[in-house]
């Protein structure tokens, strides 16, 4: 946590210097479950590096969640943030343990910028663009599509990555969302401003399905039909 710390010091200082604010990791943080007057902020599609402390293995993934809750004293000019990492699992391991990321210096700087927008909308009142969020920078090659069945995050219904893949292989930046889609069950997620390409991505995805689906039915029954009339 220091180097979060002393960035986010830095960031928040340059940022309201009449206030104080304080960062710590908080592993019991719950999405929507706070205090009263505590705020929440759900960082998606965050790139990192993981390493497994049994077998040394290690992989990317542009796939990462951050957590953050976060209550400001106005009376006292004093403010709080709490954050919790999502961790993944090592998929080559039999008995595989969560494993914390590990953050370059920049994506955990474009991170804690998004934190300090967060801050100035839902802490200060201030108006705040969506347009303003920074993009993760994808630093390394990612194979493949994200493994939801080992993600903390997906395990506990909130990181819709499991629908989507991750960036090809050829891509070094990646054109990522910060704010999650729209979702009842979520009341963070009500604050995004998500297009609809990928449900019109989904439907014509269904679509293609029921054309598949519809060839084999009549394909089969041609099928059916010329062996019954060579038998005959």
């Not at 953050?103 to 909308?121: A, P, W």
């Not at 963070?188 to 014509?204: D, L, P, Q, V, Y």
Request: net charge positive.
């Amino acid at each position: 946590m220091e180097k979060w710390q002393q960035i986010f010091s830095q960031k928040i200082g340059q940022m309201k210097p009449g206030d104080t604010w304080t960062l710590k990791a908080d592993y019991n943080l719950q999405f929507n479950d706070r205090y009263p007057g505590w705020k929440q902020f759900l960082q998606q599609h965050a790139f990192a590096r993981f390493q497994c402390s049994q077998c040394w293995h290690m992989w990317h993934s542009a796939q990462v969640n951050i957590l953050f809750h976060m209550h400001l004293d106005r009376k006292q000019r004093r403010g709080q943030v709490k954050m919790k990492i999502f961790r993944q699992e090592c998929k080559k391991c039999l008995v595989p343990k969560l494993e914390l990321p590990e953050f370059s210096q920049e994506n955990t700087e474009r991170v804690l910028e998004n934190l300090m927008l967060k801050i100035r909308g839902k802490c200060y009142r201030e108006a705040i663009s969506p347009n303003s969020l920074s993009k993760n920078i994808v630093e390394a090659q990612i194979m493949g599509p994200h493994d939801s069945s080992h993600c903390e995050a997906c395990q506990l219904g909130i990181c819709y990555a499991k629908y989507e893949d991750q960036a090809p292989a050829n891509t070094f930046f990646r054109a990522v969302s910060l704010f999650p889609r729209s979702s009842p069950a979520h009341e963070e997620w009500s604050e995004a401003e998500m297009g609809s390409s990928r449900n019109m991505g989904s439907s014509c995805d269904g679509r293609r399905c029921c054309c598949y689906i519809c060839c084999l039915v009549i394909f089969l029954a041609v099928l059916i039909f010329v062996l019954l009339y060579l038998k005959i």
